[in-house]
């Protein structure tokens, strides 16, 4: 995953941006990179870029209960948002939507 620099600023008070995979998308980006014979660098990580409250929010919302947040002094200076532009080009992978992910991992 590349660091990439946090475009709002250090005043965005949503929190860390990361882009996250379900894990049998990353299970199926494994399998096809595998059976590849020119081994390829790649970033394996979902093409959606979530923020810590969307995160919260969302689990929250599955589980029923509203998350609190805490707002801290000290700005970010990254987020961890991976450049998948290259395993889209190879796979054209189908990614799970994060709430999809949530809701099958949570099955409440």
Do not use: H, W
């Not at 093409?47 to 801290?72: D, K, M």
Request: proline content about 6%; glycine content about 6%; aromatic content about 8%.
């Amino acid at each position: 995953i590349k660091l990439a620099p946090n475009p709002y600023d250090n005043e965005d008070d949503d929190g860390l941006r990361i882009s996250l995979c379900y894990i049998e998308d990353v299970v199926d980006i494994f399998t096809q990179l595998i059976t590849r014979e020119d081994p390829e660098v790649i970033n394996v990580a979902g093409a959606e870029v979530l923020n810590i409250r969307s995160i919260a929010l969302a689990i929250g919302a599955r589980l029923g209960i509203s998350p609190q947040f805490e707002i801290g002094n000290q700005p970010r200076a990254f987020d961890l948002v991976a450049d998948v532009t290259k395993l889209i080009g190879m796979f054209d992978p189908e990614f799970t939507p994060f709430v999809e992910g949530i809701r099958r991992t949570l099955q409440v």
